[in-house]
């Protein structure tokens, strides 16, 4: 795009290199616990506290990032990555791996979790005019979900090729866990080549602060609550169990599993590049809601459908439409926060929605253990969605960005 910078460009590039990582890791890492004999119980445990870790350890560096440095706080969070990857490859020892993925950068979702989402757009917000920023923001989610289909597509895929030549599960899966932390390497490298242009320029007196927050504290911590109930929901239907309850249910191989995250993360993506041009009609608010609504209903209609074809098309037509919210939620909290609480008000936002994500993997394990249970995440998270969305309308409809005007 023409009005990124150079900080810009490689603030994307980044981004598709670590979803391409988090792709990658998604689609095999349920099943390769699962090789290493963990039970369902034992992986929902494990990847519920994965996301806890990476709460508690992305509200230090997001809510510090401002003061202490941008540019540092995302080599750390790399640095991490990296760490995560080389444990996982090296050990099958339940509790070094739940050290590890406590301490660590681990995806289970393919989704953005550590610090790296809030302190990005939180310098992309701080190089780009308010009229730009939705746009940008979609395509920074579309360069996301790109990656993040490409990495599900080359992780799922390069293990059955290795089974096929003779590697077993364990061995293959272990090849794309190596793959994963040269990926985190080369997030370190990117950032290194990052710019003071990243940093923000914070003010002579300095207001008192809370998580970072001063001004828009209460805007920031209402928003969070119902990201978190809104993320708690998402967690039942984190990718990594969604590819197991295939796999268990229709038997579905590792690279079929890699083709059907493919187009679907090929399809949110576009679906969060068209959320700027319906924004620009109706609101950033109206988008979020409006778009998100149907496609909550097509998730909970996912484990009701009796053959894999039927199933694969309805989650494929959810994911058509379900990230029209993205850009458009980060947007607007960006949009509505003073620019010295941006790393922040993404942070404690971002954090919120990977503690409610971290609670649901847990109970989904569970569920999943039990074949008469396995459709419940799917109907639980749709149902729970659905109150957000209309809770969303209902407190924040009337607080516009400074694009449509504050009523």
């Known amino acids: 795009m023409h009005i990124l910078t150079a900080e810009g460009r490689l603030l994307f590039s980044t981004r598709l290199v670590r979803l391409f990582a988090y792709g990658l890791l998604s689609v095999i890492l349920a099943l390769y616990l699962g090789q290493v004999g963990l039970d369902e119980g034992r992986i929902g445990l494990l990847l519920t506290l994965t996301l806890v870790g990476d709460t508690v350890i992305s509200l230090w560096i997001t809510t510090n990032a401002d003061r202490l440095g941008r540019r540092r706080m995302l080599l750390v969070g790399a640095a991490l990555m990296v760490f995560a990857g080389i444990v996982f490859v090296l050990t099958q020892d339940f509790y070094l791996l ?24 939180a310098s992309l917000s701080q190089l780009l005019p308010d009229n730009r920023r939705t746009q940008v923001f979609s395509w920074y989610n579309l360069v ?14 390069l293990a059955q090729v290795l089974q096929r030549l003779g590697a077993s599960p364990l061995d293959s899966f272990r090849v794309v866990i190596v793959g994963y932390a040269l990926l985190g390497t080369l997030l370190v490298a990117l950032f290194l080549r990052l710019s003071p242009q990243v940093e923000v320029v914070t003010p ?11 001004r828009s504290r209460r805007v920031v911590l209402g928003l969070a609550g119902l990201f978190t109930v809104d993320a708690f929901a998402g967690g039942f239907v984190i990718q ?48 979020m809601v409006f778009t998100h609504l149907p496609s909550n209903v097509l998730l909970m209609l996912v484990p009701l459908m009796p053959t894999l074809p039927l199933a694969v098309l309805v989650l494929l037509l959810r994911f058509s439409i379900s990230q029209m919210d993205v850009p458009t939620r980060q947007s607007y909290t960006m949009a509505v926060v003073a620019p010295d609480e941006r790393s ?30 396995s459709g419940l995440p799917f109907l639980i998270s749709g149902g729970l969605k659905i109150v957000y969305d209309l809770a969303l309308y209902r407190s924040f409809r009337r607080l516009k960005p400074p694009e449509e005007g504050i009523i």
């Open 240 to 287: 990594s169990l969604v590819a197991y309850w295939f796999n268990q249910r229709f038997g579905v191989e590792p690279a079929l599993l890699g083709g059907i995250f493919f187009g679907a993360n090929i399809l949110a993506g576009i679906s969060a590049l068209s959320a700027a041009w319906i924004a620009r009609r109706i609101g950033l608010i109206n988008t």
């Open 204 to 214: 002579a007196t300095s207001p008192q602060t809370f998580l970072g927050l001063h």
């Open 344 to 373: 922040a008000a993404s942070g404690v936002t971002g954090i919120a929605r990977t503690v409610g994500a971290s609670l649901s993997p847990v109970l989904t394990g569970l569920f999943l253990a039990n074949p008469a249970l």
């Open 98 to 121: 739940l050290l590890a993925a406590i301490i660590g950068v681990i995806s289970p979702s393919g989704n953005e979790v550590g610090p790296f989402l809030s302190i990005e757009q």
């Open 144 to 157: 996301g979900s790109f990656a993040t289909a490409l990495g599900a597509l080359v992780g799922g895929s």
